[in-house]
């Protein structure tokens, strides 16, 4: 089925798709793997799908993008879905959108791609010609961890009728032959901007496309059509033919939903467990989806999608005057921002207003602007106002009603409406509040008639602030009237501190600044009307109703050039496409969930504690047993070998020591049975004090895992008492969720005797390896993993596949069968935690003219309740606390401080993004103190020459200088930083902000025996090459640059040479591929067995060397030369003295300086990422592109760690954040508007090629965001009188941001007494 429509033959149960199944998306059973699971909640776009339906009344096809996780099987009936597969592959053709992603580097790991894929060719569908704003938009709803969306949006403005090749502002000229480019460089340093060739591309003809399958129109055309009946086990499902019979099929069945987006009743069942016998989905009926305008406004079918909603009120604007359409404006603004535009699709008005939803955006909107509801059942129609829905209680729809369409007028010409809303993210996520408000006007008279303000994310559901409204009629529209407006409506509106959701103070800040943003438009729009009588506001304040603008963003990637001498075949420095990147763009590329099921299959659900310190009284798996489908559960008892392998438990024995801990798994035939199944077995639990949960309760308790780790350096004690000034704070950093886009994944096959082969997305086949061998209590040459490809991993695949791994084999173990274990999204990002939060403490002695003298600094992680990789963490983030800056006298000491959390492990940085935002903090704080601009504090306290470490290093910061003093002259800070004084002074309510923050990272790990590597290289008699080495492919490129460093050994094309996977049976005891040595390491062990073997072959090239490779192969073979070696390497001499506090722990350092610009909404604490600048060490770049791709995306998922980022815990210790729902990693529209790299060179010898590592350098580039935002607060306080240092943690959340813009909002606001009362959440930092 390449484009099909789903027969009504296809034995599908009707709640395939509606419940509990992980995979029961439309691809997927009927066999395709293209389409992703990456969340199953709509939130992620991974598993994007194209639906094409028909329309009989207005004789149109509509193509729309759908979240297959959230599409009910049976509602496709009638349907065509186009899922990735559809539109090209490998063994036929690939579509233009496809090849596009690959080539323009628009795939890493490769697992969002298929999403991305079918949102842009659904674009493509829908606008052949599109514009950039669509291309925006239609991306709006896909995540990737990756690539930091760059390329991925280059590569759809290929298709964008402004489209250019070189993207400096669509000048059309290349940026290199601009005489006023600003990024020119020096003439001898030849530098690229060119990652792909666009003329490589193969045309997009549009009317190549797939057409709607005829049958389906004459299915629709119908006039018979009846209604259709899915019979299922346990639920019944019914479409209705046409409109009398749903009422009927409504007043029969009134606890039946009606079923027509999904996207509230779908979630629902499969989250909150709620079960519907009988579901009516009369979604598609052509009664609800019609549009009729009239003089007064405009009627729109209950079952029209918000995205159709959306054009028809675009239309509506484009025809109609502005004064009249404000409602659909203010409609327009939202339905740009809900959700992501697949859910938009699917989502139907009558959806969205029946769900009455609290967070609802467009609710608010529809009640202020007088919208009504048409409502019918068989007993007749009548209309009600959408407002009595929120403020009068009686006003539900009645049983056997349904909403048949929404009426909204046009407003009058004295009335004027806003709809506001602030969010975590600016697109893709709810509303932390949300608002509309509308005012009418007596005429010129000034006097209220009118007033209406609804709020969402307040109360249960939308609230309307009618007492307040009503109580300011007649008022004049002054300042005493604002005033009386706050104070009586947060009288009105009462959040309670322990509210669900927290941010109650922000929240309660956001209510009254949205009402001071509507009082400022209404002053603006009355001036318009009548600009004598109403004065225009201040310039001052106009900013307060500035919107960000969603930008498609601009920039150059500037690398240097290939030396022209190099051979042609030499791929060595070239921007080499990602070697899976077709495969990954297709669908073809085969995860481990992708592997077709075996015989006897099981799959396992886990069953995970809900406290976090206690003793487990009983187990009772009685009833889980006996649930259809069951085989077996697991419990401790049945571990053979080992339950506890060096310190990590697998299953809870006796007692859990925290909320996620696996207590057992339930095996069962299907995924839904086993998870069903789990909900049954019952433990109860005894709680055991302490409970442990943030790092305070850590210190109080001396909770700590291992030693004190300290490094020093001079006199720190004495030096304080020579010293101008003294400062004593604390930072706090918060934690980060891996989120990489598959989750943890592992099939156990048992084969003979006690034999295990195991598939797995691991960083460390090695530790799966050893792991589930001592668990099973076998020797290690018994268990076999594998590993080709994992859809991410960022650190939080270096332990955790081990640890479930285990689980799994002891699964399979006790039952001999076959098991896949698919850690759900929820469960994963309970179970494997991610980043350690940090609390830094410092004390910093500095003298008057910004130099700083002596530093004190003590951390605290949050390490969880097991050791896992955090030494080795607090060990990496103790010896780079240093960072750049050349402090004589530095001591810094650190803890892992062992709480009940899930056990907290390996990150991309490895503590450094961390441990380093507290330093540049006190930098900053201390340049706060002394009045001077934190660069010119950062750059006086520099390292300037050859020096060494506190731990003694010997190391050259030529090359940080260089990209310090690049960074500050091609970013233009200067002149920059002056026009940002000038705006922040001619606006009050907006402010910008710039930093620019340098950098010092070191590669690898301290222990040398951890970078050892080894290869094995095989060359095969027709001369095709196969190589092997204990790397793991995660999306980082790593298989194609160890292609491109044989390529170069052997002197042998690329298409000579094969990477299939890394397994423990071809190259054991293989090191972590983490550490940004994946590269190093590995690379030099496929370059040591290719010169192995080219050695061996010199002989008879020199006898032939005019002879082809596949002759001088063909001939060693005859002379019984071995064509095969392994390749090794001893890894990097380094060694760490913690007695001594001195050493060489790391190989090289990677050195880089970061700026950017941002401009904040202090009103909402919203922020907008202008431009990035960031010069980057790499030495000599094996692969431009994939090293581009690095710095950008770790550079992106730095931003996000230190500002969207939230992960939100109760005060007992369970995790709340476990959806893309509730955790905001940054999508396209928060990447900065202008993004700028560039690849400075310097020799690095110890590395291959004079290579760098640069997989995490990246991150903490991002920390430049939040410092921009540190200094545009500042800007914001200065303003109002607060001159006096502040500290902003991480991270720097609209909420943060928008409580330290204090004003007189937040000071009107009224405080709770924290020791009164329980928050929601707690920070664990
Ligand atoms: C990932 C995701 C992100 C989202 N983001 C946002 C956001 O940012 N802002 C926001 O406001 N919303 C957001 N939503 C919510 C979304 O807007 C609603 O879920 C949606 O509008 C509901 O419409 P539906 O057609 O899918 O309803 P369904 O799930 O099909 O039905 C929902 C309920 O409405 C009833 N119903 C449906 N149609 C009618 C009718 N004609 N008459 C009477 N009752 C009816 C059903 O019986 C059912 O109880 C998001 C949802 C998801 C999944
Ligand atoms: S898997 Fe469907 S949106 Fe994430
Ligand atoms: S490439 Fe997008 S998530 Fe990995």
Redesign the pocket.
């Known amino acids: 089925m390449e484009q099909d429509h789903l027969r009504d033959s296809v034995a599908v149960s009707p709640s395939h798709g509606l419940g509990v199944e992980r995979r029961a998306q439309v691809s997927f059973l009927v066999c395709l793997t293209g389409t992703k699971y990456g969340c199953g ?3 992620c776009g991974a598993c994007t799908v194209m639906i094409s339906k028909y329309n009989p009344v207005t004789k149109k096809i509509r193509h729309y993008s759908a979240t297959a996780c ?1 599409v009910p099987i049976c509602s496709l009936h009638g349907a065509a879905v186009t899922t990735v597969e559809g539109i090209g592959s490998i063994k036929t053709r690939i579509h233009p959108v496809q090849e596009r992603l690959a080539k323009c580097h628009g795939t890493q790991c490769g697992f969002c791609s298929p999403g991305m894929v079918m949102s842009i060719y659904t674009l493509l569908r829908n606008h052949p010609d599109p514009s950039t704003e669509q291309l925006m938009e239609f991306l709006s709803g896909n995540l990737c961890r990756c690539t930091g969306y760059r390329p991925i949006i280059e590569s759809g403005r290929t298709f964008c009728e402004e489209s250019t090749v070189c993207q400096l502002q669509g000048t059309g000229k290349c940026c290199m032959d601009q005489e006023e480019n600003q990024f020119s460089l020096d003439k001898e340093e030849k530098m690229c901007t060119k990652l792909y060739d666009e003329s490589e591309f193969r045309p997009f003809d549009p009317s190549q496309e797939p057409i709607f399958p005829p049958e389906l129109i004459r299915m629709a055309e119908d006039p018979q059509k009846k209604t259709l009946i899915f019979h299922g086990d346990r639920v019944m499902w019914m479409s209705p033919a046409n409109l009398n019979e749903l009422l009927e099929l409504r007043m029969k069945y009134p606890m039946a ?11 629902n069942m499969k989250f909150k467990g709620e079960f519907y016998p009988i579901i009516i989905s009369p979604a598609g009926l052509p009664e ?1 989806n019609f549009v009729d305008f009239t003089d007064d406004g405009v009627t729109i079918g ?1 079952g029209c999608s ?1 995205a159709e909603m959306k054009d028809i009120l675009t239309y509506t604007v484009s025809k109609e005057p502005k004064e009249r359409t404000k409602t659909y404006r203010a409609l327009l603004k939202h339905l740009r921002t ?2 992501g535009q697949q ?1 938009r699709s ?3 008005l ?3 207003v ?2 009455k ?1 609290d ?4 609710n608010p909107i529809l009640a202020a602007g007088k919208a009504i509801l048409n409502l019918i059942s068989k007993e007749g129609e009548r209309q009600i106002l959408i407002e009595e829905l929120f403020t009068s209680l009686k006003e539900e ?1 009645h049983d056997g009603e ?2 048949y369409s929404v009426f909204i007028p046009q407003l009058q010409k004295w009335e004027i409406i806003t709809a506001q809303r602030q969010a975590q993210r600016f697109e ?4 932390i509040v949300n608002a509309g408000m509308r005012v009418k006007f007596e005429g010129t008279k000034n006097s209220i008639k009118d007033l209406k303000m609804f709020f969402g994310s307040v109360g249960p559901t939308t609230i309307s602030a009618s007492k307040t409204c009503e109580q300011l009629i007649g008022r004049q529209w002054n300042d005493e009237m604002l005033s009386e407006a706050c104070r009586l409506v947060l009288d009105e509106i009462r959040i309670p501190p322990t509210a669900v959701g927290g941010m109650v103070e922000y929240k309660r800040t956001l209510i009254i600044s949205f009402i001071f943003k509507f009082y400022l438009k209404v002053l603006r729009e009355l001036h318009k009307l009548d600009p004598r009588m109403y004065p225009e506001i201040p310039e001052s304040s106009r900013s307060a109703l500035e919107e960000f603008p969603i930008k498609i963003p601009q920039g150059i990637q500037m690398f240097q050039c290939v030396d022209p001498h190099q051979p042609p075949q030499d791929p060595v420095g070239h921007p080499v496409m990602h070697q899976s990147g077709i495969k990954h763009a297709t669908g073809e590329a085969v995860y481990n969930d992708d592997i077709p099921r075996m015989d006897k299959e099981l799959h396992l659900a886990v069953v995970t504690s809900t406290r976090a310190h206690a003793k487990i009284l009983s187990i009772d798996v009685s009833e889980a047993l006996e649930f259809p489908g069951v085989v077996d559960v697991i419990t401790a008892k049945d571990v053979p070998g080992k339950n506890n392998h060096e310190g990590e438990i697998l299953y809870a024995e006796n007692e859990v020591i925290c909320v996620g801990q696996i207590v057992c798994t339930v095996a069962a035939d299907t995924y839904a049975h086993a998870k069903k199944a789990a909900e049954k077995v019952k433990i109860i639990y005894e709680d055991v004090e302490p409970r442990i949960i943030t790092i305070e309760e850590a210190i109080k308790h001396n909770s700590f895992l291992f030693k004190e780790k300290k490094i020093e350096k001079g006199n720190v004690d004495k030096a304080f008492k020579y010293v101008d000034d003294i400062i004593e704070d604390e930072v706090h950093v918060e934690g980060q969720e891996h989120f990489y886009m598959e989750t943890q994944t592992v099939l156990v096959f048992p084969t003979e005797d006690k034999d295990m082969v195991i598939y797995t997305g691991t960083q460390f086949p090695t530790h799966v390896q050893n792991m589930i061998a001592a668990t099973l209590g076998v020797p290690g040459n018994r268990i076999m993993c594998h590993m080709k490809r994992t859809g991410g991993a960022f650190g939080g695949k270096v332990s955790k596949p081990a640890l479930l791994g285990a689980v799994a084999a002891v699964a399979a173990h006790k039952t001999g069968h076959p098991i896949r274990f698919v850690l759900e999204r929820g469960d994963d990002m309970l179970i494997t935690a991610g980043r350690h939060p940090l609390l830094a403490k410092y004390k910093i002695g500095f003298m008057k003219n910004g130099l700083i003298k002596a530093v004190d600094l003590q951390y605290y992680t949050n390490a969880g309740c097991t050791p896992d990789e955090s030494e080795m963490v607090l060990e990496f983030m103790v010896l780079k606390s240093e960072n750049a800056y050349d402090i004589p006298n530095f001591r810094c000491r650190g803890r892992a401080c062992k709480t009940n959390l899930p056990s907290n492990t390996a990150f991309r940085g490895f503590g450094f993004p961390q441990g380093t935002l507290p330093v540049e903090n006190y930098i900053t704080a201390v340049a706060f103190k002394c009045g001077l601009p934190p660069e010119k504090v950062r750059d006086m306290n520099m390292y300037k020459t050859v020096n060494r470490t506190a731990y003694k290093e010997p190391f050259n910061p030529e090359p940080m200088l260089k990209c310090w003093e690049e960074c500050l002259d091609k970013s233009s800070f200067q002149s920059r930083k002056k026009a940002i004084e000038e705006f922040n002074k001619k606006n009050d309510w907006k402010k910008k902000g710039i930093a620019i923050i340098p950098m010092k990272y070191t590669i690898g790990v301290p222990t040398a025996y951890e970078s050892q590597a080894a290869s094995l290289v095989h060359i095969y008699q027709d001369g095709s090459v196969l190589v092997t080495h204990g790397g793991c492919e995660l999306g980082q490129g790593l298989y194609t640059k160890m292609i491109q460093v044989a390529s170069r050994e052997l002197k042998i094309p690329s298409s000579y040479i094969y990477l299939f996977e890394t397994s423990t049976t071809t190259v054991p005891n293989a090191s972590y591929t983490a550490g940004s040595m994946g590269t190093d390491i590995n690379g030099r062990a496929v370059q040591n067995a290719c010169q192995i073997l080219m050695k061996r072959l010199e002989p008879i090239i020199k006898k032939n060397p005019k002879g082809k490779w596949e002759e001088w192969i063909s001939q060693a073979f005859k002379e019984s030369i071995s064509l095969s070696s392994t390749g090794y390497f001893r890894g990097y001499q380094t060694h760490m003295d913690w007695e001594k506090e001195e050493g060489r722990p790391y190989p090289y350092f990677v050195y880089g300086a970061g700026c950017s610009e941002v401009e904040i909404d202090c009103l909402t604490g919203a922020h907008k990422l202008l431009r990035t600048d960031i010069f980057m060490d790499a030495a000599f770049s094996l692969n431009p592109a994939i090293d581009m791709g690095q710095i950008e995306g770790g550079f992106i998922q730095g931003m996000g760690l230190y500002t969207t980022e939230e992960l939100k815990y109760s005060p007992e210790g369970v995790l709340y954040s476990r959806s893309p ?1 509730d955790y905001k990693i940054p999508t396209v529209t928060e990447i900065p508007e202008e993004f700028y790299v560039t690849f400075v060179r310097s020799q690095n010898p110890i590395a291959i090629y004079s290579s760098k590592g640069l997989g995490e350098a990246g991150m903490f580039m991002g920390s430049s965001v939040f410092f921009a935002i540190t200094d545009a607060v500042a800007a914001a306080r200065r303003q109002r009188g607060l001159t006096e240092p502040f500290t902003l943690n991480s991270p720097a959340t609209p909420e943060m941001i928008r409580m330290l813009c204090v004003d007189q909002f937040t000071e009107q606001i009224p405080r709770d007494d924290p020791s009164t009362f329980k928050p929601w959440s707690i920070h664990v930092s």
């Open positions: 909640t709509g939130g959230l939903p009606l079923v027509m987006g999904n996207t509230t009743v779908g979630p609800l209950a918000l809900l959700a859910i699917m989502a139907t009558g959806g969205h029946a769900s939803h967070y609802s955006d467009i729809l349904i909403i893709n996520s709810f509303a729902e």
